[in-house]
């Protein structure tokens, strides 16, 4: 890719990530992140031929800096499989909170979650999750522990997580105790 062209790319993930972190997604239209960008709405467009797209973006660069965290804090703690299992579960309800609108946004984009799902970015957030809970999981067969790591994916997706907070009543914390309730194996 051109110099030029990234440059334009970058400007763009950068403005688009701050305008969404200063008002909702929603209220963010690509008039308004081309605007903002001092780029022209044709040049937005060539690079990201939707919102959805857009936002896609946006996120691998904050899911692809969690992969990154968690995999460090792996390779230095030493507490035990549970304690890991849960904080890197923690950590990420607490990505996924910080950036509801925006997950939420993608998630109801028709083509964009076939992208994600297939990207080699989701992959490594299956192999974390596989990581922390191939140690509490007991005996199990990789595809079974591969099938565990997506589901705790699946069940933080934005409908199911913002019903439990928003429909239920819990906390994060709680959402946490009761998914470690159902994947440690006692």
Do not use: W
Request: glycine letters at 4%.
């Amino acid at each position: 890719m051109r110099k030029d062209a990234q440059q334009n790319r970058d400007k763009i993930l950068a403005t688009a990530a701050k305008l969404f972190h200063d008002q909702s997604v929603a209220a963010v239209s690509m008039k308004d992140i081309a605007a903002a960008a001092k780029i022209g709405i044709g040049t937005l467009y060539r690079n990201y031929p939707n919102k959805s797209e857009l936002c896609l973006a946006v996120s691998f660069n904050f899911i692809h800096q969690f992969v990154t965290d968690g995999q460090v804090y792996l390779s230095e703690t030493t507490v035990s499989p549970i304690e890991q299992f849960q904080h890197v579960l923690q950590r990420y309800l607490d990505f996924r909170e910080q950036r509801l609108q925006l997950l939420a946004f993608i998630e109801s984009g028709p083509t964009v979650m076939a992208t994600y799902y297939q990207s080699e970015l989701y992959q490594q957030l299956v192999v974390l999750f596989m990581q922390v809970l191939a140690p509490i999981s007991g005996e199990i067969e990789t595809g079974e522990l591969e099938f565990r790591a997506d589901m705790v994916i699946a069940m933080l997706k934005s409908n199911s997580y913002a019903y439990q907070r928003q429909q239920q009543g819990l906390s994060p914390q709680q959402i946490a105790e009761n998914i470690s309730n159902l994947m440690i194996r006692a």
